[in-house]
């Protein structure tokens, strides 16, 4: 198993291979222990990034040493931490179709793929707020418990999950999603699952409550 700087680095890559970032989009986040995560410097190009780049920083935000600067996204990811002491990577990007759906505050149709409704549950576009600032991480906070992955208004895609590559699949799901609920709305739209199909795949998922 990759430590958790490895990891990192290795969802980067990954986030970059798939067009889920462009230039120096995005930033991805481990929690180290009870109280330090590891993030992404900021601009970073995430197809080049090394361990090297990748920053300890403490629970109240301050970097334990000398070196690169954390993303500016940093305050949504200790936002998330503080909230779940239950997650332990968050993943945001801008992967195309899920954020033109983000773009165009058109929220993604629920309960229509039930590997989705299983593996990500609801997935909430959450209103705008100035990236980089405590506003998003404050956006976020109402959607935190009920959701996995949540579409940011006018911005793109963050997930959060047990561990890098987890948050990372859970992106390319979302991402997935978003793609062919483009293509099934040029086919004349999406058919949603009726509530008893929906509660009957509820009560086999682990994380249900919804
Ligand atoms: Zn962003």
């Not at 198993?1 to 930033?27: E, K, T, W, Y």
Request: hydrophobic share 40%; charged share 20%.
């Amino acid at each position: 198993m990759l430590s958790p700087r490895l990891s990192i680095v290795q969802v980067c890559h990954r986030l970059a291979a798939s067009g889920f970032v462009a230039a120096f989009d995005g930033n991805v986040s481990a929690r180290l222990d009870g109280r330090t995560i590891l993030i992404t410097a900021g601009n970073r190009n995430k197809g080049e990034i090394t361990v090297e780049d990748i920053v300890d920083v403490a629970l109240d935000g301050k970097p334990r040493q000398r070196g690169p600067v954390p993303s500016s996204e940093l305050p949504m990811h200790l936002a998330i931490y503080r909230s779940r002491p239950d997650v332990h990577a968050v993943v945001h990007a801008h992967p195309p179709f899920a954020t033109a759906f983000a773009v165009s505050g058109t929220q993604l149709t629920a309960n229509v793929f039930p590997e989705v409704i299983l593996s990500l549950g609801d997935i909430p576009l959450v209103p705008y707020a100035t990236p980089s600032t405590e506003d998003v991480g404050k956006a976020l906070m109402p959607f935190l418990d009920s959701s996995h992955a949540a579409l940011l208004s006018n911005h793109g895609a963050v997930t959060w999950a047990s561990t890098p590559d987890e948050a990372y699949w859970l992106m390319e799901k979302l991402e997935h999603t978003a793609h062919i609920e483009w293509l099934a709305r040029s086919l004349g739209g999406v058919q949603k699952l009726p509530p008893d199909a929906v509660d009957a795949l509820k009560r086999i998922h682990p994380y249900s409550s919804t």
